[in-house]
């Protein structure tokens, strides 16, 4: 089963995942992601092969050299702000599910997860915001919530929403399955954990 998690840059994305089992390139936007190499990813993790999952580095705004070996395993998450906008990776998600956060409070995240985790400061934050991630956001984002199957509102603390995902998640694997899941990062995150941007 792949899982497709998207919404707003703060939304509570990775609240959801985890609940449930930038210099002058715009990383807003589709073509700054390997969506290439992500969808044959998924592809190879579907057929049962193994895969050497990039690591993106936010410090150089770089590929590391080393990989993290995946297995495949029942669940497959795939999370990003961009996850639903090429039709080809859609196609492959069982389920599709955009959490859906006012732009104040995905904004108020962001600027604290980036000055705090990303050692920006806070200028930078709003520059980014308003040229690129708000643009990129009504663009992209907004519009790519049509194609989710379910629609959370205020992300992790939806608890019916989570109960909802858990149910079919548990439905589609049957009961003698535990939903042990990869989380497959599609844009932003932490330095040091598995990345796509190209």
């Known amino acids: 089963m792949i899982i497709g ?3 707003g840059t703060g939304s509570g994305k ?24 992500l969808i ?9 092969e ?8 936010y410090p150089t ?3 590391r050299a080393e990989t993290i070996h995946v297995e495949p395993r029942p669940v497959i998450i795939v999370e990003g702000i961009l996850v639903f906008v090429n039709s080809q990776m859609r196609g492959l998600m069982d389920l599709k599910i955009f959490v859906d956060t006012d732009a104040d409070i995905r904004f108020i995240r962001r600027l604290d997860r980036d000055v705090h985790e990303r050692g920006r400061s806070v200028e930078s934050v709003i520059t980014q915001y308003t040229t ?12 790519s919530k049509r194609y989710a199957d379910i629609i ?7 608890d019916v929403g989570i109960d909802l995902i858990t149910g079919k998640v548990r439905s ?5 399955v535990e939903p042990d899941a990869i989380p497959l990062r599609s844009d932003g995150s932490e330095s040091g954990r598995p990345e796509f941007p190209s």
């Open 152 to 158: 959370i509102p205020e992300g992790g603390f939806n």
């Open 14 to 37: 990775t609240t959801v995942a985890q609940k449930n089992l930038r210099h002058r390139v715009n990383y807003d936007h589709p073509d700054a992601f390997d969506t290439e190499l």
């Open 132 to 143: 690129t991630v708000r643009p990129m956001h009504l663009q992209f984002v907004e519009p």
């Open 50 to 57: 193994g895969i050497e999952q990039p690591i993106y580095d």
């Open 172 to 176: 589609f694997l049957g009961p003698s």
């Open 40 to 48: 044959n990813h998924l592809d190879a993790l579907r057929a049962g």
């Open 61 to 63: 705004h770089s590929r």
């Open 5 to 7: 998690i998207s919404g």
